[in-house]
């Protein structure tokens, strides 16, 4: 069986560039984003420390370090929500209204679709996108740095990134070695990703088999006759 392993690599890619314009867009609008100022200044903060780090491993402190990525977590809540609200209406709603694909899957020619290559239900399809596109582990995030403390967020921050690199890690690992390419998300969710032309195929079997169906129906009608 014929897998579109790569093709589904590339397609990601195409998604997350997609949903990074898109989400730029938004997270520039003032009063959905009103600490974006606040939070290009962290994140300059941010690249300036661990440049500085990785010049001169001497000065890493943890305690900065720390103080340095909660305020940018902190003001950056808005963006994340925001990237969050994209990546969940492309990949979960674009993606059923547009029957399995996103625009990466339509670039390469490749679909979502049920066991039976059929196109999957709303369900399906809110599984699979809820556990490979980090939509919850982002979720928990989100929440965390909304009611926690310094401490508190980052050590319940360790484990959800443990989780959600669990999920990425196995179901990277299964596309590769599983002779039909399903993912952990794949198997959960009860899909596989095919190529265009085999669902096409499978259509045309359906309906072939439709016809011949309705064929034979006519035809014991008229002996009947």
């Given at each position: 069986m014929k897998k579109?392993?790569?093709?589904?690599?590339?397609?990601?890619i195409v998604d997350m560039m997609v949903i990074t314009i898109i989400s730029s867009m938004f997270i520039r609008i003032e009063f959905l984003n009103?600490?974006?100022?606040?939070?290009?200044?962290a994140?300059?903060?941010?690249?300036?420390f661990t440049t500085e780090v990785?010049?001169?491993?001497?000065?890493?402190?943890?305690n900065n370090l720390n103080d340095i990525s909660y305020n940018l977590s902190k003001t950056g809540l808005a963006t994340n929500v925001i990237t969050l609200v994209v990546t969940a209406l492309y990949f979960i709603g674009f993606q059923y209204i547009n029957r399995g694909q996103t625009l990466g899957k339509k670039l390469f020619k490749i679909?979502?679709?049920d066991s039976e290559n059929r196109r999957p239900r709303f369900c399906q399809i809110l599984i699979r996108s809820l556990l490979i596109n980090s939509i919850v582990t982002n979720t928990i995030f989100v929440v965390m740095i909304s009611s926690l403390s310094k401490n508190a967020y980052f050590a319940g921050s360790q484990y959800v990134q443990l989780v959600d690199m669990a999920i990425m890690a196995s179901s990277f690992i299964l596309i590769m070695f599983r002779e039909d390419g399903k993912g952990l998300h794949d198997m959960i969710a009860g899909t596989k990703v095919v190529f265009e032309s085999e669902?096409?195929?499978?259509n045309n079997k359906v309906k072939?088999?439709?016809v011949v169906k309705t064929t034979k129906k006519l035809?014991?009608?008229?002996?009947?006759?």
């Open positions: 579109p392993t790569l093709r589904r690599i590339g397609a990601y009103p600490k974006y100022d606040e939070y290009q200044k994140y300059n903060e941010y690249v300036d990785m010049n001169n491993p001497d000065k890493l402190n943890d679909k979502v679709v669902e096409n195929e499978e072939e088999a439709k035809n014991n009608k008229k002996e009947d006759k």
